[in-house]
């Protein structure tokens, strides 16, 4: 697992959680919060055989996932969700999201970063914000077997 920490000087306010769906135990992590499923919203990075075996987490494959026509807009409103969240949990509580692609490593990793920095950057860098990759680091799933 890789860890991103967007630091503030106040508490842990939310956490994003990037996994691979097709991974056994993936489901186990989604505990609370909110869940957005990539699968069928977003290309997936994986089919070209220049970023399959990279993530993202580099820079090509972040541009590839958001410049997806729909992911923009996708981003933009899942923050605001999560931003309402925060807002609700209680103080020493953190809010939860959760995002899935088929294998957590290219789709659901650029997301789940942008997401988090626009949370971050809403909250003015007041709190801190950490985006967890689950999967980041398993081995790049085949398109017919499953984990």
Do not use: F
């Not at 953190?94 to 949370?119: F, K």
């Amino acid at each position: 697992m890789k860890t991103t920490i967007l630091e503030g000087r106040g508490i842990v306010t939310a956490v994003i959680r990037s996994i691979g769906a097709r991974h056994q135990g993936a489901y186990d992590l989604v505990t609370d919060g909110l869940y957005v499923d990539l699968r069928r919203a977003l290309r997936n990075p994986a089919d070209d055989p220049t970023m399959r075996y990279r993530t993202g987490l580099d820079a090509d494959v972040y541009d590839h996932v958001l410049s997806t026509p729909g992911a923009r807009d996708l981003i933009n409103r899942t923050a605001i969700q999560l931003r309402l969240l925060v807002d609700e949990v209680p103080v020493g509580r953190v809010a939860r999201l959760t995002v899935a692609c088929q294998g957590g490593r290219h789709r659901s990793v650029a997301v789940a970063e942008a997401v988090g920095h626009r949370v971050w950057a809403a909250m003015g860098g007041e709190y801190e914000v950490e985006i967890e990759h689950h999967h980041i680091d398993h081995p790049v799933l085949s398109s017919s077997t499953p984990a």
